[in-house]
């Protein structure tokens, strides 16, 4: 079995404090991927440059206390990438790649457009962007897995209040359009959703912080692992765990049936 874990820190040093690598660390994955570091590579820890024995990756964001990814992985990867090519972004630390053998896996952070219109038309440039990169890691032939917080709730189902967010970030129509192109053109799959179809209210992963949300569930739904067919249909069981909080986001869990 391969199980790997997608989760958004919210600042790594802030989830370290919430004891996540004692939860991580009786999880028994394979592969973990980390988004918004909020770090850079001198501010980490021992502990966090290897953690539990892991072999563990960073691509910081140049900014500090900004953005950042992470994997972290059992078995050591052959090759590891950091960027696809965009300076604007991959200067925020958005994109860490690691192969393993016969499949890649992939960190993404999407930029989130709320802050600003700035910010929002910085989003719709990296998805003009990656659209095409994604496309192209789609005729690599391999076999791939992008975990992460993709900052768009696809449908109706992936989020509470849809009806007053529909002209919010993450839930605009062209935002939701861009990823339905990933899944329907470009032949990526929602595995979570792939899985589960009716999921509802148990598939959110992120919550304001704003009001009650996460006592009252007023989730979104935003943090996915998309994958290529053959590696998704070995998807056997995926979760959310929500019994504690280590970000304003939730682990994202998946397990596949699948062998380096």
Not at 253 to 260: E, P
């Amino acid at each position: 079995m391969l199980r790997i874990i997608s989760l958004n820190l919210n600042g790594i040093r802030s989830a370290w404090s919430k004891n996540l690598l004692p939860w991580l660390c009786l999880q028994e994955a394979s592969i973990v991927c980390l988004q918004e570091l909020k770090a850079q590579l001198p501010d980490l820890s021992p502990e966090m440059l290897s953690p539990d024995g892991l072999h563990a990756h960073y691509h910081a964001a140049e900014k500090k206390g900004y953005s950042g990814v992470g994997i972290w992985a059992r078995q050591a990867p052959d090759h590891v990438s950091a960027g696809f090519g965009v300076p604007e972004f991959d200067a925020e630390g958005r994109y860490l790649r690691a192969d393993f053998a016969n499949l890649s896996v992939i960190s993404l952070y999407l930029p989130s457009g709320s802050a600003s219109p700035e910010r929002q038309a910085a989003k719709f440039r990296f998805l003009e962007t990656f659209l095409p990169h994604l496309a192209a890691l789609r005729a690599e032939g391999r076999e791939i897995v992008i975990c992460g917080d993709w900052n768009i709730a696809h449908h109706e189902i992936d989020l509470k209040n849809w009806k007053s967010n529909q002209k919010n970030s993450g839930f605009l129509p062209e935002e939701r359009a861009w990823l339905s192109r990933v899944i329907d053109e470009l032949g990526w799959v929602d595995v979570y959703r792939n899985l589960y179809p009716d999921a509802g209210e148990s598939a959110y992963t992120w919550w304001s912080n704003r009001g009650q949300a996460w006592a009252k569930n007023v989730g979104w739904r935003i943090d996915y692992q998309i994958a290529t067919p053959g590696i998704a249909a070995s998807a056997r069981q995926a979760s959310v765990y929500k019994d504690e909080r280590f970000s304003d986001h939730a682990p994202l869990s998946i397990d596949y049936d699948w062998r380096f």
